[in-house]
């Protein structure tokens, strides 16, 4: 019987010693930066898309797509690809909805945060920054994806746009501290 224990205390050992391993291998390295992960570790990573523009506090009579892609709305920046709204929820007082409006050009999503972030339209102030996506789980699992209205990324995006949730989630935390000193 003790040579049973010493060998259940091995496996134990051994898997405890793997699983930890397996942890450091998941984080992200401080050279993660200058090349792409592995696929498989990609489910972790959102990307900024730096021509998807994200706007909350948009008026609920204005959520429609026609309509934000007037001239005298979202239209004036540039060609817009594709237009996402987020409706309110059913019995909500919620007055407000928000949408993912993807330009043709980055240049032009720049151009819409810069004049619409901070600004209000009918009243209501808005909010616009550049939106984030996560890689599309057929891309990560080197599979086809087949879905022509998928919206999630099929290539490794660029370096800088790239995140991991916790590195994010210490950028909020950090910037939380910098804005109650």
Known sequence: MPCFGRVVKKNRERKQKEKNEK????????NSKSQPPERKQLHNYRVVQRNLVYVLGLPTALSSE????????FGKFGKISKIVILHRTPGSSQTTTSAYITYVLKEDAAAAIQVLDGSTLEGHPLKASFGTTKYCN?????L???NPDCVYLHDFGDDEDRFTKEEIQVSLATLSVFVII
């Open 23 to 30: 942890k450091v291998s998941d984080r992200p390295s401080a």
């Open 144 to 146: 086809p994806c087949n």
């Open 138 to 142: 057929n891309w990560i699992r080197s």
């Open 66 to 73: 026609d309509t934000l892609r007037r001239p005298e709305y």
